[in-house]
C-alpha cells in the first residue's frame, strides 16, 4: 500500500526546535521529489519547503528560511524537517507529499503531487 506517514508533531513554546518525520512505504522513495506544505488555521495550505529526488536541491518558503531544513535518507525512507526557533506563527498541520520525477533529478517545485500523507498538528505556543 502507498503510504506516506508523518510525526513528530507537538506543542512547543516559541523559540522551541521540533523534528518532523516523513515516512514512506509502498513505492521508490529515491524516485520522488518530497514536499512539506503547512495549513495555518483560517489559512490556505503552503509549501514550506521541498527536496529533489537527487537531494541536491532544497528549497524554503520566505518565512522558513534560515529557521528549517529538509533532509532525505532515502535507505531509510525517510524525509525529514528540522525546525528550530519557531514562532507562533509556524503552527498547523504539517503535510508531507512526493510527487514522482524519476531518480536523481534536479526538480524541486509543490505542485502535481502525487502521495499526500494525512499531516501532523504543530502548536507553537506559550
Known amino acids: 500500500q502507498l503510504q506516506l506517514v508523518e510525526s513528530g508533531g507537538a506543542m512547543v513554546q516559541p523559540g522551541g526546535s521540533l523534528r518532523l518525520s516523513c515516512a514512506a512505504s509502498?513505492?521508490?522513495?529515491?524516485?520522488?521529489?518530497i514536499g512539506w506544505f503547512r495549513r495555518a488555521p483560517g489559512k490556505e495550505r503552503e509549501g514550506v519547503s521541498c527536496?529533489?529526488?537527487?537531494?541536491?536541491?532544497?528549497d524554503y518558503a520566505d518565512s522558513v528560511k534560515g529557521r528549517f531544513t529538509i533532509s532525505r535518507d532515502n535507505a531509510e525512507g525517510t524525509v525529514y524537517l528540522q525546525m528550530n526557533n519557531l514562532t507562533p506563527e509556524d503552527t498547523g498541520v504539517y503535510y508531507c507529499?512526493?510527487?514522482?520525477?524519476?531518480?536523481?533529478?534536479?526538480?524541486?517545485?509543490?505542485?502535481?503531487?502525487?502521495?499526500w500523507g494525512k499531516g501532523t498538528l504543530v502548536t507553537v505556543s506559550s
Open positions: 507529499a512526493a510527487r514522482w520525477t524519476g531518480r536523481g533529478s534536479l526538480t524541486c517545485i509543490y505542485s502535481g503531487m502525487n502521495y
Open positions: 509502498g513505492f521508490t522513495l529515491p524516485a520522488y521529489l
Open positions: 527536496i529533489s529526488s537527487s537531494g541536491e536541491i532544497t
